[in-house]
């Protein structure tokens, strides 16, 4: 079935850096876009970033664009999400999604905690 386990969330000061990782599986993952999400406390999930099949195209939202990348390598079935500059407001719990035959798979996510 598929899987998808994000990895590499932490603490980390304001202005740190930090590499998100989720590692998929049950599906051809060079076959579909992948995205990252973020839901802080209290607020609702949020569209961070995406990516395409190939990794050709990818978006983000405009409060974390110039400082977030997303990428993807299709020989390991991973999904990456360099993040920069990271301010406090960046602070949620980070999950990797994907849509396949009109099915929402989400990971469990991973924290992210930025401290001023």
């Known amino acids: 079935q598929v899987q ?3 990895s590499g969330g932490g603490l980390v000061q304001a202005g740190g850096s930090l590499r998100l990782s989720c590692a998929a599986s049950g599906f051809t993952f060079s076959s579909y ?6 839901q802080a406390p209290g607020s609702e999930r949020e569209l961070v970033a995406s990516i395409s099949s190939a990794g050709c195209s990818t978006n983000y939202a405009n409060s974390v664009k110039g400082r977030f990348t997303i990428s993807r390598d299709n020989t390991k079935n991973t999904v990456y999400l360099q993040m ?5 407001e960046d602070t949620a719990v980070y999950y990797c ?3 396949i035959g009109r099915v929402n798979y989400w990971g469990k ?3 992210v905690t930025v401290s001023s």
Do not use: F, H, I, Q
């Open 4 to 6: 998808m386990v994000e």
């Open 33 to 38: 876009a992948m995205s990252w999400y973020r």
């Open 84 to 88: 920069n500059s990271l301010k406090p």
């Open 97 to 99: 999604y994907t849509w």
């Open 109 to 111: 996510g991973t924290l």
